[in-house]
T-cell receptor, first 116, second 114 residues
Framework: KAGVTQTPRYLIKTRGQQVTLSCSPI?????VSWYQQTPGQGLQFLFE???????NKGNFPGRFSGRQFSNSRSEMNVSTLELGDSALYLC???????????????FGPGTRLLVL | AQTVTQSQPEMSVQEAETVTLSCTYD???????LFWYKQPPSRQMILVIR??????QNATENRFSVNFQKAAKSFSLKISDSQLGDAAMYFC???????????FGQGTRLTINP
């Protein structure tokens, strides 16, 4: 079974632009979560989607948004990019969203975003 | 809010020896899950081991085992017979029952000396 895939793997943007990142979960997985990883702040939760609905959201400004499609693929968008948005963006998928004992999140390889 | 603390930014160990990585967490919840993830230079996060808080028995996965002390809110990872491929950043993570959000510690960089 194929793992979580993320595209693109690398991205360079300039301040003020917007960017869209894509995540395809493991086949059959319906929950997709996004995380931002930076040297200063570490790994921080952005949001989680399940069945096309946002279930949980981290403490990020409204410039960060996401969505999930009927095939469980998810996109996240960052508008009006700032230098501080440079980070590795990780996507993780799991079967459900109930957070039960049988659930584990599997991570994709990440998208490295550099904002100049 | 839950917090996870890894007090060792870096650790090193000789190949074939045993190393223990520390993790403490803070929560008022009684049901939750704890994880250790490994992030090698490729940046791919890989699940190493998981522990359900309601289980008293410590989880083990081959050379990896944990020491889960619920009352002390401590969750350390022991790696036995360290191998060069174990070199990576190791993250301790907490997840509440009923949610997918993972709360991560700051990570411990593990170096394996041949």
């Amino acid at each position: 079974k194929a793992g979580v895939t993320q595209t693109p793997r690398y991205l360079i943007k300039t301040r003020g632009q917007q960017v869209t990142l894509s995540c395809s979960p493991i086949s059959g997985h319906r929950s997709v979560s996004w995380y931002q990883q930076t040297p200063g702040q570490g790994l921080q939760f952005l949001f989680e989607y399940f069945s096309e609905t946002q279930r949980n959201k981290g403490n990020f400004p409204g410039r960060f948004s996401g969505r999930q499609f009927s095939n469980s693929r998810s996109e996240m968008n960052v508008s009006t990019l700032e230098l501080g948005d440079s980070a590795l963006y990780l996507c993780a998928s799991s079967l459900f969203s109930s957070g039960g004992s049988g659930e584990t999140q599997y991570f994709g390889p990440g998208t490295r975003l550099l904002v100049l | 809010a839950q917090t996870v603390t890894q007090s060792q930014p870096e650790m090193s160990v000789q190949e074939a020896e045993t190393v223990t990585l520390s993790c403490t967490y803070d929560t008022s919840e009684s049901d939750y899950y704890l994880f250790w993830y490994k992030q090698p230079p490729s940046r791919q996060m890989i699940l190493v081991i998981r522990q359900e808080a309601y289980k008293q028995q410590n989880a083990t996965e081959n050379r990896f085992s944990v020491n889960f002390q619920k009352a002390a809110k401590s969750f350390s990872l022991k790696i036995s017979d360290s191998q060069l491929g174990d070199a990576a950043m190791y993250f301790c993570a907490y997840r509440s029952q009923g949610a997918q959000k993972l709360v991560f510690g700051q990570g411990t960089r593990l170096t394996i000396n041949p």
